[in-house]
């Protein structure tokens, strides 16, 4: 009776982790720690979801809107950041990703490091492929196609010293950012 009560006792409540959430309100940016020593910046309209500890194979967490991150190194246990459509897996790195939802684009900018893009294909996990500094990966999810490009991250990352840049955007993309920017709502 003893030992059925303390298998009852055991598996009647599933470990669960708690977790926490930040969020970076429009017009705002927020810096974060993450309880491994990864280290990062969310941009304004963002929230960033994860375990207060990272127990477990893995270091998950989910990102809604943009986000620079600064990896903390660990080999045997990845980092791995759920992004709309695409994760990202990294192991000690530096990268940004931008994944609005009310935006087709998500996009991955890579500063150092290796990380590698991995998306859903019939159910299953496929890999978009592996990235190298200054490479921009870009999924669409409208027209459902992946295209990588070498870029000048400075541009791309310029929003973490407080600056916005533009080059060959369009218009209605430059609107989009300066109504997230200022938490204003511009109108053409």
Not at 96 to 109: G, K, M, R
């Amino acid at each position: 009776i003893a030992s059925l009560y303390l298998f009852i006792q055991n598996n009647s409540f599933p470990d669960t982790v708690s977790r926490a959430e930040i969020f970076a309100p429009y017009g705002t940016r927020t810096d974060f720690l993450l309880p491994d020593g990864t280290r990062g910046k969310l941009n304004g309209g963002s929230s960033l979801s994860f375990p207060v500890s990272f127990p477990g194979r893995t270091r998950d967490v989910v990102l809604s809107g943009e986000a620079y991150f600064e990896v903390a190194s660990n080999k045997q246990k990845p980092f791995i950041v759920s992004a709309k459509d695409i994760n990202v897996k990294v192991t000690g790195t530096s990268f940004n990703i931008l994944a609005y939802p009310d935006e087709s684009a998500t996009e991955v900018t890579l500063k150092s490091g290796i990380v590698e893009v991995l998306g859903k294909n019939n159910g299953s996990e496929v890999s978009f492929g592996k990235l190298k500094p200054n490479d921009l990966f870009i999924y669409n999810s409208l027209t459902d196609s992946v295209k990588i490009e070498e870029i000048s991250v400075e541009t791309k990352l310029a929003w973490i010293e407080g600056k916005l840049t533009f080059k060959y955007e369009p218009f209605s993309e430059v609107v989009q950012k300066l109504n997230r920017w200022y938490n204003v709502n511009i109108k053409i």
